[in-house]
């Protein structure tokens, strides 16, 4: 691998957890893939162990950004009056915590899209007149009209794609159901803005569709949550800024090249949230294909890799896939590979070898299930299916207890009474407040990470 002088970027390591062995007629491999990045600017740039340093795009430079804030000013947020002072105050937060040299521009959103600050198709670039400027402009923000996020999106779409800069992020804020445009309207949006630019999504208060904002985040490989109260938003939106300037590199791919007669199962990112990233495959050369990642700054990701292979004899090994982390080159050559790991099958006829499951893949296999049944048991319960929500949501409570999962177990418990959380036996709650309601839906697909 090349060495780079800078030291502030980040530096990636892949490590692959797995066993390898299979039985005789054997075909599934399961690999846990846990990537790392680290000295993106906080730890000091020291590198890890056989890692691979990601160059500045710029040299000498800070990586540019280019931040959107679209603000929900739909008529529903005057109800109550207090929802869209908040809001203000949150976007007014999130403008304080931009680097200076940021670009940004914020938007309102109703059934259209406008510009509130700086306008005419720009983005401003961050400094003390700038954010003052537009906390200013912030003061004409009033609520008014319906909800159309497609729209909002396509605008930041639009902004952030005349920005010469890496890294390229939206925060979009809604508080009601996105009742002004075709739901194949908003998937037509997000299609067009995966892979150009990713968002944070909130909710804030109660009346807000989930599965929406979950969709915005999923699509566009951002963070989706609810802000019950919305006096919490600042406090969140500033988070929210604070975790976008962190980030250094955009554009990572997880590429997986595999021999010929295997074929991929799946592609999740399964910590520190459960993304299928399946679907999002393009091919990258003969055998060879890209998932994307998204934007890195100093974190650590697990993700999961099944593959089936051709069945082979008692001694017989093989290369299942090739995971590479790759780094496309902006100006057309050719990308970097920034970290290796091999995914391996053997095949042997000792049972205990083949028949035991590694424990990240049985780890991350229980957390990708209790998100699952989590969300089946909310939609059961929703239909008034109670027998069939209280099946998925006890699986559920046995799931977070099993594996420590100890936030989703308590977001659990105010939905369900816990009669014995080891064998699931759970009754539904008579009365389940709304906001926990959805609080256990928006988070449903977080987990914890295997203990080492």
């Known amino acids: 691998m090349a060495n780079f002088s800078k030291s502030n970027v980040p530096q990636f390591s892949v490590e692959v957890y797995q066993n390898e062995y299979l039985p005789e007629g054997g075909r599934e491999v399961n690999a846990i893939v846990t990537v790392t990045s ?43 009056p207090t929802k869209m002072r908040h809001a203000r105050d949150a976007t007014a937060a999130a403008i304080d915590t931009l680097r200076d040299g ?58 952030l794609g005349a920005a010469d800069v890496e890294i390229r992020h939206g925060i979009l804020l809604t508080d009601g159901r996105n009742e002004h445009e075709a739901p194949e309207d908003l998937r037509a949006a997000l299609e067009s803005c995966a892979g150009r630019f990713t968002c944070d999504a909130r909710g804030v208060g109660t009346d807000w569709e989930v599965k929406e904002v979950t969709a915005v985040a999923a699509a566009l490989l951002g963070t989706a949550d609810i802000v019950a109260d919305p006096a919490g938003l600042a406090a969140d939106f500033t988070q929210m800024m604070e975790n976008a300037m962190g980030k250094e590199v ?18 999740k990112q399964v910590a520190p949230t459960v993304v299928d990233l399946t679907g999002r495959r393009t091919t990258a050369g003969p055998r060879a294909g890209d998932y994307p990642t998204g934007s890195w ?35 057309g050559g050719a990308p970097q590979t920034l970290s290796q790991g091999l995914v391996r099958a053997v095949w042997t006829e000792d049972m205990v070898a083949s028949t035991s499951m590694n424990p990240q893949v049985a780890h991350y296999t229980g ?13 059961a319960r929703k239909s008034g299916d109670f027998d069939g929500a209280t099946a998925k949501l006890g699986r559920a409570v046995q799931l977070a207890s099993a594996s420590g999962n100890e936030e989703t177990a308590k977001l659990l418990s105010k939905v369900v009474d816990v009669v014995d959380a080891a064998t699931g036996t759970v009754r539904l709650k008579a009365k389940v407040a709304e906001a926990d309601s959805m609080t256990l839906e928006t ?9 080492k």
């Open 297 to 331: 700054g100093d974190e650590s990701r697990d993700y999961h890799v099944c593959v089936q292979v051709p069945e082979a004899g008692i001694g017989q090994e093989m290369l299942a896939s090739r995971v590479s982390l790759i780094l496309p080159d902006p100006s």
């Open 367 to 379: 957390q990708a299930e209790l998100a699952q049944v989590i969300q089946q048991g909310l939609d």
């Open 250 to 267: 955009a554009d990572v791919a997880l590429r997986l090249w595999t021999p010929v007669g295997v074929e991929i199962k799946f592609v």
């Open 443 to 451: 988070r449903s697909t977080k987990t914890v990470r295997v203990k």
């Open 102 to 159: 940021t670009s940004f521009a914020v938007v309102g959103g109703t059934h259209v899209a406008k510009e509130v600050y700086p306008g005419n198709g720009r983005l401003a670039v961050a400094d003390a007149q700038t954010k003052a400027r537009a906390k200013e402009a912030l003061r004409a923000l009033s609520a008014g009209g319906g909800t159309a996020i497609g729209t909002w999106l396509r605008l930041a779409d639009r902004l």
């Open 38 to 80: 680290t000295g993106g600017g906080t730890t000091g740039g020291v590198p890890l162990s056989g890692a691979a340093a990601a160059p500045s795009r710029v040299s000498g430079q800070e990586p540019g950004a280019a931040v959107v804030i679209m603000v929900d000013c739909s008529g529903s947020m005057d109800y109550p």
